[in-house]
């Protein structure tokens, strides 16, 4: 009876060392994506288990250079840091059609607004997302699926360089043309590139 219990108990050792094992390469193969920017890098990693259109979406614009050279246009401190949609001048750059919303999806797997989660940024339309991009900076609950709401989609976390996105949140911002919360010495993304 004893050693049946010692094997029960093994058993089991070995399927929880297994199952870590197992969530831990999950996480190894995530892509990640490298933003160096003008205030230092940011390395995200995304989930294509939980978001795949859109994390397909996001790592085309990578591999599209889309985002070389454009800038975080829109911070706000206590909130998030948005950017991947404007160059250095403001001026808006092409993209292609928006991705399907897969907001309630990605939350039913895990994925919150949570400080240091990736989201879509989009218009009232929830499937308008195109390129740009948002890091909470602290938990954003009422950005999730929520009742009759569809939320905003969440598809990766930063992995490193959270340091970087809380210099960026308290950068001085201002008024450009139609657009508030626009860091007054622009913060750049001068490149971003798939490292994993």
Known sequence: MVSLTRRAAAALVLAGCLAATATATLA???PKVKFSTTAGDIVVEVYPDKAPKTVENFLQYVRDKHYDGTIFHRVIDNFMIQGGGFDRNMAEKKTRAPVVHEGREAFAKGLKN?????????????NSATAQFYVNVKDNAFLDPQGG???????????SGMDVVDKIKAVQTGRSGMYSDVPVTPVVINSATIVQ
């Open 28 to 30: 190894a193969d995530a």
């Open 114 to 126: 949570e400080r240091g989660t990736v989201s879509m940024a989009r218009t009232n339309d929830p």
């Open 149 to 159: 709401s569809p939320g905003y989609t969440v598809f990766g976390r930063v992995v």
